[in-house]
């Protein structure tokens, strides 16, 4: 499976930003899909993810009430809404895949996107 990310851009503190993950490959919905992201200096931290059917979502604890995966298996995409934004959500988010569910750790998906940068100013 083959994975673009993209909606990345700068927006102010409380604004909010949609990333969408545009997803390719006859198998893409036997995948898992998250969103990681990787700010400068920092380790890469998952956000949030979704089953391969969307009925399943879980999130990092500290995002769960601004961010919303969401999943459309007919245009094979995987959405992150995120609302509310902080500085500290400054970072470049990646949308990954993975054949097992409910993963948290990057070493546990297979194929990446390319990332894109959010940056939250003040």
């Known amino acids: 499976v083959q994975l673009q990310a993209s909606g990345g851009g700068l927006v102010q503190v409380g604004g909010s930003l949609r990333l969408s993950c545009a997803l390719s490959g006859r198998t893409f919905s036997s995948y898992g899909v998250a969103w990681f992201r990787q700010a400068p200096g920092k380790e890469r931290e998952f956000v949030a993810g979704t089953s391969p059917t969307g009925g399943s979502t879980w999130y990092l604890d500290s995002i769960k009430h601004r961010f919303t995966i969401s999943r459309d298996n007919i245009k094979n995409t995987v959405d992150l809404q995120m609302t509310n934004l902080e500085p500290e959500d400054t970072a470049v988010y990646y949308c990954?895949?993975?054949?097992?569910?409910?993963?948290?750790?990057?070493?546990?998906?297979?194929?990446w996107g390319q990332g894109t940068l959010v940056t939250v100013s003040s």
């Open positions: 990954a895949a993975s054949l097992k569910f409910f993963q948290t750790t990057a070493r546990e998906y297979d194929s």
